[in-house]
């Protein structure tokens, strides 16, 4: 295990004003410039892209309260369009959800345009989380009941999402997801059945996720298989006669005089292109995460020092919607937070207070990290974790308690904990020191003064809880209170991450956009994470890991099929 003593917090700095929004780190990259069109241009490689802050729409929040992207700009004018495209379907947007709803309306027998603002669509995920694939039956785990799935999924998600949505997304899962694999197969890929799962009562995981592989098997390129998937399903919509437009950005939607939405004025390198869809829009346009004023009016939390790496979504999606009246999900938003995970092991505040009971989903983990002073956390624990881990899994487990990249059936092992690092892949400035003595490892965390006594008065606090078997402070499970007395000692300086937001639209089943009213928008959709119909307080991932990417394959479908059966 790596040690290393570099980027420690300073805890005795100054807190941050409140409410401020900074950011620990940011992807930098990625001018749009002006979108253009490129013809039917096929996708090539996918890297995760990201724009800079809008720290100036931010500072008009916090100056008027009113937030920027609630005004639409000025339309487009007739004089400055210089093409018009006549489609069944218009799907904005070439990711997961925008390209299987793509390809099962072109490959059902409609007409359609997909468009992506950049030069390839967003790449993202590898864990599918269907409920009862045939991939998961096949490996012998017993088949799920969709009614208990829904009624935890609702309660654990308080009762803020659409429960029609949730079922259906419960029930038509194993049809897609069996769907899915076996379009998966005609691409060459092939699915290989994860081990993790989570025995806990209350963040029980009840599904096991699929990733699927080339018959080579996993490569260096995280991503590469999803490329493989999109790409593949643009190949099809493409060969079915539509089109695939990169460079095309939608900017605002077409709206009839009698209230339906009937296309799209889209940004290109050529100027503005109106595109009619005589069936439908979709909105496939993911998330909001990176647009820093959206996240301050919709998150409810205060953004300081979460790390924001992946995230790229700027909500224009969101925006279209808004500036025709679309019903947007009440906020706070849930929100994709991740990492800030080790397991059951003892966690301390920068005071070095124990702060919570630790047996918890990795949700439940950084949600209760981010309400710590400053954000900072650490976990703590020694030598014994090669047979403390395995041990737990039977108590705990889940999502990203488990070993990453251990398929079901394979055994957990040591050698390979060591390679992930402890589960997740760490950030630079995620660091884990080891020392010999406790005295040694507070220094390599850089506590001084009364936080160092406490840490030491927590520490032995906790090694006397486990001696009793019983957890009078926290309440914690017996079988996973595990001592700190050999060494060497473990701590891991531990981050909140920002995956995605998931908070978006209302939709029916059919996924078709709500208005204020309740009522449907005639003609226009939504799938993915632009939508807010799945998860409510945070971001549910404890009924089923991987629901995010399943909810595209499901929906994506769903929407697809829908279309072509209008008449
Ligand atoms: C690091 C990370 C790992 C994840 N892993 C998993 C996982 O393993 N399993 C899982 O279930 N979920 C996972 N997720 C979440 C999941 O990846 C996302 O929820 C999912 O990819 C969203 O898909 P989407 O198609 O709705 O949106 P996106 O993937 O965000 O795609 C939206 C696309 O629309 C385009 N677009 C936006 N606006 C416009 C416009 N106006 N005009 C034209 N194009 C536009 C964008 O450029 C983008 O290509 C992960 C998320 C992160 C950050």
Redesign the pocket.
């Known amino acids: 295990m790596q040690s290393t003593n570099n980027m420690k917090h300073d805890l005795n700095a100054e807190p941050a004003a409140t409410g401020a929004v900074t950011r620990r780190s940011f992807l930098t990259g990625l001018a749009l410039g002006g ?1 253009g069109m490129a013809g039917a241009a096929m996708l090539g490689g996918c890297a ?2 990201a724009k800079a802050p809008e720290s100036g729409e931010a500072a008009q929040l916090a100056e008027t309260g009113e937030p920027s992207f609630m005004t639409p700009p000025e339309p487009v004018a007739e004089a400055d369009i210089v093409n018009t495209l006549e489609t069944d379907v218009l799907v ?9 709803t793509a390809s099962v309306a072109a490959t059902n027998g409609l007409n359609v345009i997909m ?4 030069d ?10 269907f409920v009862n694939p045939k991939p998961v039956l096949d490996a012998g785990l017993p088949r799920l009941d969709p009614y208990e799935l829904t009624r935890d999924h609702i309660e654990k998600s308080g009762h803020r999402v659409c429960g029609d949505v949730v079922y259906r997304f419960m029930t038509k899962s194993e049809e897609a997801g069996n769907w899915f694999t076996d379009k998966c197969a005609t691409w060459g890929l092939h699915p290989e059945v994860q081990a993790y799962s989570s025995n806990s009562d209350f963040y029980r995981n009840y599904t096991h ?1 699929i990733n699927y592989y080339p018959e080579e098997g996993r490569s260096e390129d995280r991503y590469g298989v999803m490329k493989t998937m999109l790409s593949s399903m643009a190949q099809e919509v493409v060969d079915a006669g539509g089109q695939y437009l990169t460079r ?4 605002e939607l077409v709206r009839s005089d009698d209230g339906a939405i009937t296309g ?1 004025i ?1 940004s290109t390198d050529e100027g503005y292109v109106r595109i009619n869809a005589s069936k439908g829009v979709v ?5 909001y ?1 990176a647009n820093e004023e959206m996240m301050a009016y919709y998150s409810g939390w205060p953004l300081e020092d979460i790390d924001w ?9 969101h925006k ?1 919607g808004l500036w025709i009246g679309a019903k947007m999900q009440e906020a706070p938003h849930p929100m ?1 937070l ?1 990492k800030a995970y080790c397991y059951h092991y003892l966690r301390v505040n920068k005071h070095g207070r124990r702060y919570v009971n630790e047996d918890s989903g990795y949700v439940g983990t950084a949600v209760s990290q981010l309400r710590q002073p400053d954000h900072i956390s650490f976990a703590i624990w020694d030598s014994k974790w090669p047979t403390e881990l395995p041990a737990s899994l039977e108590y705990g487990g889940g999502m990203a308690w488990d070993q990453d990249f251990r398929a079901y059936g394979e055994e957990w092992t040591a050698e390979r904990e060591e390679e992930s690092a402890f589960g997740w892949e760490r950030d630079e400035d995620e660091i884990l020191y080891e020392a010999d003595t406790l005295e040694e490892l507070a220094d390599l965390m850089g506590f001084e003064g009364d936080a160092r006594e406490t840490l030491f008065a927590t520490i032995d606090r906790y090694n006397e809880l486990v001696a009793t078997g019983n957890d009078e402070d926290f309440g914690k499970r017996p079988e996973l209170l595990t001592s700190i007395t050999e060494p060497p000692f473990y701590a891991l300086d531990m981050k909140t ?4 937001s ?1 908070g978006g639209f209302i939709t029916d089943v059919d996924s078709n956009v709500l208005d204020e009213d309740g009522s449907p928008i005639p003609g226009l959709y939504a ?5 807010g119909t799945l998860f409510g307080v945070d971001y549910n991932e404890t009924t089923v ?8 394959v499901v929906f ?1 479908k769903g929407l697809g099929e829908h279309l072509a059966s209008l008449a």
């Open positions: 979108a995760p892209q904005i947007g070439g990711a997961t959800a925008g390209s299987i468009i992506e603002k950049n390839e669509a967003r790449c993202i995920g590898r864990d599918f989380g996720v095309t950005e939608a900017v799209a889209c909105l496939a346009t993911g998330d995460a790496p992946e995230s790229t979504g700027m909500g224009e999606g279209l994709m991740f991450e920002l995956g995605v998931v799938v993915g994470t632009v939508t890991p991987g629901i995010s990417l399943a909810r595209n994506g």
